[in-house]
């Protein structure tokens, strides 16, 4: 249709900038906040709840509108005014984070809730303007002849590659190239372009340059057999079918973030990866799956009126994945050896991007292509053509609100509670019991038969992932990250800032030494030369200064750096302060990690310390 194409352009557009907004947000947070998983956890929870607000909010009122594409365009405006006001707010945010520690110095955790809230509530403004997006313009198509289904999966499909592209050019070329403040003008210049170009297309419609809708024939031949609307599909349901679809795209929305943030996580640690690129690949793989899954659903399945049964299945095999996906996560860490071997033995910069979009297409790419059916398949069963925007607005709000709980537990609690494995499992089994339910629960067989043989399917379906979920060992990831270290494994312990080892290991002529790891990287050795180096670091600045009285150092580590700060009697006080607490947390009858004593040499020097939880 004349007009459609070009305003899928402006959506393509606008799914960039948003993307490239959220990596922005995440370096920047993860500067401000300080430990990466909550840093991106606060960015994509607030990213989908202003998503989904905005979904419902906007959603709603369009379908009273008679203008979409002029909401559509002050919509778009509005995101690049909010993101170029917000860089400005930044530095004041920041500011007041200082404030707050002075006042709640004391509280730790009660800082780092403040923090998280008040960055939560600085990106929702242009998120909420993001959400009203969707609704606005499929309602406009539906209304101009397209069917609800088949524009609901092409529009997001579009969105979506858009943010692909959005993520790969922010943490590859534009913030290298352009720096963050480059990055932040184009992404804002994005908005406004496809604000501008929305705006003149809407004049020129009310000029009279308005597209003929497409007969309502021809809508149903796209989404359904001939003489069976998708409105038909929607009212057999009733109001109670619809309303578990939605529950279930609100917990699909729950597993598939949860999911995203894990296997981020893992694969950052088998791959030893730093945020901003590990970050931008994972999310592009995640994001290109569901493009693919939307695309499948626009392709094959919409005009085959795909319903309760597909969304069922499709449920169990996200959760079939999740399991397996343990299994794959320890392989990928041969994957540089094999790259190195292919590029003639070196292992540079590209190499190591060729594994991470291997490894994370290995990991994620089949379960976001389903999790990419799912959404415009629950569309095409709960929105009606009367009132798309509405329907399409609670549907979003439903998956994105769910989405937003799926990062907060993950972030704040599974990891941290249960770690990486056990999160994993209970994740795999919330889909399965999605699929069970949803399955038993909506109408589709009238006859006893027909509902024993889906009693049998859901039963079976989720009693074979469950079944298999206690079939994998309870410490499998554990055992197999241990596995691929040499020397004997003395320390292992998991928390939300991350994976933290320490080996016992021989060296070439025979003697014993120590070895810490971070997140799969080492950071410290009790080797000679790691003895002078980290010792150094802490000699080094009083030597510098003329009259040194206190210390601060940054990460306990080893501990050496630390202890050799303590050693210069001018010193009256030495803080460190470290991120991870499971650096600190061992035995109190122990010594230190690299052989530092337990104790604290100085009267009023300190550090904190914290929980300890394992793979």
Avoid at 154 to 164: D, F, M, S
């Amino acid at each position: 249709m004349k007009g459609v194409w070009t305003v899928r352009l402006l959506f393509f557009l606008s799914g960039a900038s948003a993307l490239a907004y959220e990596v922005l947000w995440t370096k920047w947070l993860t500067r401000v906040i300080g430990v990466t998983t909550f840093s991106v956890t606060t960015v994509v929870a607030s990213f989908l709840t202003g998503l989904a607000l905005g979904a419902a909010f906007f959603g709603g009122r369009i379908d009273r509108s008679g203008r979409p594409l002029r909401l559509y365009a002050w919509l778009e405006a509005g995101v690049a005014a909010c993101s170029l006001a917000l860089h400005f707010f930044l530095p004041l945010l920041e500011s007041s984070y200082v404030s707050l520690h002075r006042h709640l110095g004391s509280a730790g955790q009660a800082v780092l809730l403040a923090r998280i809230a008040l960055s939560f509530l600085a990106l929702l403004p242009p998120t909420l303007l993001m959400g009203g997006t969707l609704p606005v313009l499929c309602r406009r198509e539906v209304a101009r002849g397209e069917g609800v289904a088949s524009s609901l999966s092409a529009l997001y499909a579009i969105n979506t590659l858009g943010g692909v592209v959005g993520t790969l050019l922010t943490g590859f070329v534009l913030i290298g190239s352009l720096g963050l403040r480059g990055t932040l003008l184009a992404a804002v210049f994005a908005n406004a372009l496809a604000g501008g170009v929305a705006l003149l297309l809407d004049a020129l419609e009310r000029r009279g340059d308005r597209e003929t809708p497409t007969p309502g024939s021809a809508v149903r031949e796209k989404e359904g057999e001939p003489g069976k609307s998708l409105a038909a599909v929607v009212a057999t349901l009733g109001p109670r079918g619809r309303a578990i679809i939605l529950a279930a795209s609100a917990l699909s929305g729950f597993a598939a973030l949860s999911f995203e943030i894990l296997w981020t996580r893992a694969l950052g640690v088998f791959l030893r990866s730093g945020i901003v690129y590990s970050f931008s690949l994972a999310l592009a793989n995640f994001l290109l799956g569901i493009v693919v899954g939307s695309w499948i659903y626009n392709t094959f399945l919409a005009a085959r009126r795909a319903g309760v049964p597909a969304f069922s299945t499709i449920q169990a095999a996200i959760g079939a994945w999740g399991l397996a996906s343990v299994l794959v996560l320890p392989r990928v860490g041969q994957l540089p050896v094999w790259v190195a071997g292919r590029l003639g033995g070196e292992y540079s910069w590209g190499g190591w991007a060729i594994v991470w979009v291997l490894s994370s297409m290995a990991v994620m790419f089949v379960p976001s292509v389903l999790m990419g059916i799912v959404f415009p398949l629950a569309g095409g069963l709960v929105v009606d053509r009367e009132r798309v925007g509405g329907g399409v607005g609670t549907l979003y709000a439903a998956n994105g609100l769910g989405s937003v709980l799926g990062a907060l537990v993950s972030g704040f609690f599974l990891i941290p509670r249960l770690g990486t494995l056990q999160s994993l499992r209970a994740n795999s089994l919330l889909c399965a019991a999605l699929g069970a339910a949803a399955l038993l629960a909506l109408p589709g067989t009238a006859s006893a038969r027909g509902f024993r043989r889906r009693k049998v399917i859901a039963f079976g379906g989720a009693g074979a992932v469950t079944l298999a979920s206690f079939l994998i060992p309870a410490d499998l990831l554990r055992e197999r990250i241990i596995a691929s270290r040499p020397g004997t494994n003395l320390y292992f312990a998991e928390g939300a800032t991350g994976l933290v080892e320490v080996y016992d290991r021989i060296g070439a002529a025979g003697n014993h030494y120590l070895k810490l790891y971070f997140n799969g990287t080492s950071y410290a050795g009790s080797t000679q030369s790691g003895r002078r180096y980290h010792k150094l670091l802490g000699h080094l600045p009083a030597l510098l200064h003329p009259d040194p009285r206190t210390g601060l150092v940054i990460g306990f580590g080893s501990g050496m750096t630390f202890g050799a700060m303590l050693l210069d009697p001018r010193i009256e006080r030495v803080d460190c302060v470290e991120l991870s607490p499971e650096v600190l947390e061992r035995p109190p009858s122990s010594p230190g990690i690299m052989g530092m004593p337990r104790s604290i040499p100085k009267e009023g020097s300190s550090w904190e310390t914290g929980g300890n939880t394992s793979w």
